[in-house]
């Protein structure tokens, strides 16, 4: 059973909020060129249609400062108004001063404090972006990162566990550092000005039990929004898994208010796979909902036959063709369950469970397949048109249940 989410600060970031009793949101980030205004449109429009809820883009240099409200005001002539985020690094402070335009158009700064500089000139740029970002009433990130927090921090912390009779391990320290570092410069914002309302916080790491542990201390101590993610996932199956598996832990736990999956992508790969599996993540856990679930049996010496894999194939295509037209004519659609099963060891019970579902024959059994509609037995398909006959059903069902909503 998921435990009570933790509630934490309400944060506004352009229309969407963060924390408080709102929903965990998913957010995602460009790998485009953010001076190349037509590929960074064309990337966020795909992150946000795919339903990214919140899109970063890299701020690193006069050119890119520059292209972010053009970024922004075509998006919104293409009807979209997902909010920017700005990710910032070393020099964020001076781009904020120098183009008023970028920090009216942003929904929102991301910042590392551990690397605006060293000692004062730290102290001095961070002091500046924050009061840009109050000037503005703009949202802070605070991202304290392991592989760019403040090497001064980490020191005097290593130095004075090695005098300790007893020391803790490396990785104990640098955690300790990280929520450190993550907590004094929310402190320190909120000292300059800043609003209490307006600073999400997040410990990034690689390694998904340090990023756990991290985070859990960050909950018990701190009553800011927690951005949750892997600083790097990685490639494939491994990315997949260590981001299902690290925020699935916390999330199950009642931790986190917003959610990314940094997934490396492949060369030329689909760069919205993060956000379906943060949407995967999120409905797999039972926290939200996003689109209609299809169940379907792994297969077994019973299923000697591929036809109820490629039914299953085929609902499913046949859904994410649909689903935008579904969601705006029916708004209760995403919570439909269908249920292709392959023979009659689950087949009909899981299909009774779902809200349509068939029980394909399995290997020597009755060439028929029974349909289920709402726990009961509707009726039985056969021969060649099976399919084509079941994804009619489907879209009925659909139209009958949810279309007068």
């Not at 009659?344 to 290997?363: F, M, R, W």
Request: glycine share 8%.
């Amino acid at each position: 059973m998921l435990k009570k989410r933790k509630i934490t600060n309400q944060v506004n970031v352009g229309n969407v909020k963060i924390g408080g009793n709102n929903p965990v949101v998913v957010q995602s980030m460009t790998d485009t060129d953010t001076a190349n205004i037509e590929s960074t449109v064309k990337q966020v429009k795909l992150l946000a249609e795919a339903g990214s809820e919140i899109v970063r883009v890299t701020v690193n240099n006069d050119s890119s400062a520059k292209s972010v409200k053009e970024i922004i005001l075509r998006l919104k002539d293409l009807g979209i108004d997902v909010p920017i985020v700005g990710d910032f690094h070393f020099i964020g402070h001076r781009l904020l001063t120098n183009y008023k335009d970028l920090a009216q158009s942003l929904s929102k700064f991301r910042i590392n404090p551990g690397n605006v500089g060293r000692g004062n000139r730290r102290d001095e740029n961070f002091s500046q972006f924050i009061n840009i970002a109050k000037e503005y009433n703009k949202p802070v990130r605070i991202g304290v990162n392991a592989g760019s927090l403040d090497p001064e921090v980490l020191a005097l912390k290593m130095d004075k566990n090695s005098r300790l009779k007893n020391p803790l391990s490396s990785e104990l320290v640098e955690n300790q550092a990280l929520v450190e570092s993550a907590l004094s410069s929310a402190e320190s914002a909120i000292d300059m000005g800043l609003s209490v309302n307006n600073i999400i916080i997040s410990c990034k790491v690689s390694r998904l039990n340090q990023m756990v542990a991290v985070y859990r201390e960050l909950s018990e101590k701190s009553p800011f929004p927690l951005h949750l993610g892997l600083t790097e996932a990685g490639m494939g199956q491994k990315g997949v898994v260590s981001t299902t598996a690290a925020l699935s832990i916390l999330l199950e736990s009642g931790i986190g208010d917003t959610i990314r999956a940094s997934l490396t992508p492949e060369i030329g790969g689909d760069r919205a796979k993060e956000v379906r599996l943060c949407q995967d993540i999120l409905q797999s856990l039972g926290i939200r909902r996003f689109r209609p679930a299809v169940t379907a049996c792994p297969g077994c010496g019973r299923t000697t036959s591929t036809f109820f894999r490629e039914l299953a194939q085929e609902i499913q295509s046949h859904i994410d063709i649909r689903l935008p037209e579904w969601k705006s004519r029916y708004p209760n659609s995403n919570t439909l369950e269908v249920a292709v099963m392959g023979c009659v060891v689950n087949g009909p019970g899981e299909s009774k469970a779902a809200n349509i579902g068939i029980s394909l024959p399995g290997s020597g059994e009755d060439p028929k397949a029974p349909v289920f509609i709402d726990g009961q037995r509707a009726k039985f398909l056969s021969g060649s048109s099976i399919a084509k006959d079941f994804i009619g059903l489907v879209d009925d069902y659909v139209d009958s249940k949810f279309g007068s909503n």
